[in-house]
């Protein structure tokens, strides 16, 4: 008798945890994307030219504001890829080529009006979107 109990136990268990990790999925990929807009937000107001940091133009200043904008930037594309590839997983699909052009497109076009903080973002994202290909290799 109590064998069937500690079965029906188990069994109990086991249909909790897939609810309760597709929930924190659901969460993650909310979370990531309100993340990711926010950064969306900020990085046009900061490479937009609508809100400066730094009204002094000395170097150390400007080399600060430019490694902000970078860093927005890149962590938005992680933050976006994080919201999308945990709703592709959700819904049991791949995370193809296509979207990550998309959304490393739409991170370029963030900074077109520096060609500086372009280029540091365009060899971020190259490092990161590599080094995302390695892990998954692995």
Known sequence: MSKIKKENLKSGTVKRKPKLKEKSAHRSVILSAI??????????????GYLSLFA??????????????????????IFMMISIGNYK?????????????????????????DSIVFSFSLIGLLIIIVYLFLVQEN
């Open 89 to 113: 997983e959700l819904t049991g699909k791949p995370l193809d080529l296509k979207l990550i052009v998309l959304i490393f497109i739409f991170s370029l076009i963030q900074s077109f009006r």
């Open 56 to 77: 002094r133009e000395t170097i150390l200043l400007q080399t600060l504001d430019i490694t902000v904008k970078v860093l927005v930037i890149l962590f938005f594309f």
């Open 35 to 48: 993340i990711a807009g926010i950064l969306l937000i900020i990085s046009i107001l900061l490479n937009g």
